[in-house]
């Protein structure tokens, strides 16, 4: 099983400020199966990002997301409001799948 | 517009059995793998489990393996989530979540349900 780790905890920044979040696995993640997924409060989960670095449709181009193997980026370039949420990795290349334990990205 | 809708959710006591279910609309079922995704209150998102388009590949996540079921029935464009000895550790709101491909594995997720929720306790 590949396990996500997710670091910091939760990030405290102002909004226009750069936020990068961090994503390790236990294992490398094959072909780039790694995704992020935005969560605003008491809503599902968005997609942003999958194969580490393609932004889904309607995402703006402030989130990008980088990395390969074990190591994974997500960076949102000027914090907007409704940027302010939790943020999860997930691999979806080796059963069992698995997410990260999440970011939360707060205004400070 | 692809909507999914989850039921079944309730209170029910440790050891006991639940079916959630998840009705589809808006897009061609039968071409897309399916997942149920939960989160216990205030924690973080867990993978439950995936179905192939068409059953015959299926996976779990060890927590429940054994226990829960998840199967589809395509003529109805139903999703389902059969979980049986249900403990309190299963707490959660359950996520119906469409595949963007054919295989639970190798494609990402990228609709989402509003969710049921799940409650064990006595």
């Known amino acids: 099983e590949i396990v996500l780790t997710q670091s910091p905890g939760t990030l405290s920044l102002s909004p226009g400020e750069r936020a990068t979040l961090a994503c390790r696995a236990s294992q490398s993640v094959s072909s780039y199966h790694l995704a992020w997924y935005q969560q605003e409060r008491g809503q599902a989960p968005r997609l942003l990002i999958y194969g580490a670095s393609a932004r889904a449709t309607g995402i703006p181009d402030r989130f990008t997301g980088s990395g390969s193997g074990t190591d994974f980026t997500l960076t949102i370039s000027r914090l907007e409001p409704e940027d302010f949420a939790v943020y999860y990795c997930q691999q979806y290349g080796s059963s069992p799948l698995s997410f990260g334990g999440g970011t939360r990205v707060e205004i400070k | 517009e692809v909507q999914l809708v989850e039921s079944g959710g309730g209170l029910v006591q440790p050891g006991r059995s639940l079916r959630l279910s998840c009705a589809a609309s808006?897009?061609?079922?039968?071409?897309?793998?399916m997942h149920w995704v939960r989160q216990a209150p205030g924690k973080g998102l867990e993978w439950v489990s995936g179905?192939?388009?068409?059953?015959?590949?299926?996976g779990y996540a060890d927590s429940v393996k054994g226990r829960f079921t998840i199967s589809r029935d395509n003529a109805k464009n139903s999703l389902y989530l059969e979980m049986n000895s249900l403990r309190a550790e299963d707490t959660a709101l359950y996520y119906c979540?469409?595949?963007?491909?054919?295989?639970?594995?190798?494609?990402?997720?990228?609709?989402w349900g509003k969710g049921t929720t799940v409650t064990v306790s006595s």
């Open positions: 179905i192939n388009w068409n059953s015959i590949s299926t």
């Open positions: 979540v469409k595949g963007l491909g054919l295989q639970y594995l190798y494609y990402y997720m990228d609709v």
């Open positions: 808006g897009f061609t079922f039968d071409d897309y793998a």
